[in-house]
């Protein structure tokens, strides 16, 4: 029994089409200009312009964090690549969180590597394996870099009245960014192992 193939202009329905081609259907950059969500475009862009740089850093940083997990060595090496592993995870979290609002607000977030390297203010390690301390340190100075990001961006929604954005900034980036600082700061503390003073 043949079964008829049921066709739309000159496309049958069941091969996958997957050599479609169109326009983008918003530019990076842009923001939708009407939304439901009682912020202008003017400041819903001024929001997603900033998130797109703090959604570059804490994807770079989360990059990182994977980088480290994989390649970290030495006496500290279980502690360390499970905690690595633990702050990616944690930092997954973050990079969605901030790429969804930059969606709510009507934007159009960054997604390619290319691009998020293009953006990162964070500098970009070597290929190779660096010692525990070097990696750390470059850890924290990303840290920093998007802590000082996020207390730049809850300022300015707050003073735009973009409560949801400023939530975000503090409570979803800046609180457990604080937090993975410490944690590793407290690796570089010269502390004896079995002497006390």
């Known amino acids: 029994m043949a079964v008829a193939m049921k066709k739309v202009g000159s496309k049958d329905l069941i091969t996958p089409h997957w050599h479609e081609k169109a326009r983008e259907i918003q530019k990076y950059g842009s923001v939708v200009q009407d939304l439901p969500i009682g912020l202008d475009a003017d400041v819903r ?43 990616f995870e944690e930092q997954v979290d973050i990079v969605d969180a901030i790429a969804e609002r930059i969606q709510l607000l009507g934007g159009v977030s960054l997604a390619m590597g290319v691009d998020v390297a293009e953006v990162s203010r964070i500098q ?3 290929r190779g394996r660096e010692e525990v301390p070097v990696q750390i ?3 924290l ?9 996020c207390h730049k961006l809850a ?3 707050d003073k735009a009245g973009d409560d949801g954005t400023n939530d975000l900034a503090v409570s979803d980036v800046l609180r457990p960014n604080e937090l993975q600082s410490w944690f590793l700061s407290q690796h570089l503390v010269q502390m004896p192992l079995i002497v006390a003073e």
């Not at 770079?60 to 502690?79: C, E, I, M, S």
């Open 124 to 126: 970009r390690p070597p």
């Open 45 to 87: 862009e001024e929001m997603c312009a900033k998130l797109n740089q703090l959604l570059a850093d804490s994807i770079t940083l989360r990059d990182l964090y994977k980088k480290h997990h994989w390649q970290v060595a030495g006496p500290t090496f279980n502690q360390l690549h499970l905690l690595f592993d633990k702050h």
């Open 155 to 157: 300022e300015a929604a």
């Open 137 to 139: 340190g470059r850890l």
């Open 141 to 149: 100075e990303a840290h920093r870099i998007i802590i000082e990001d």
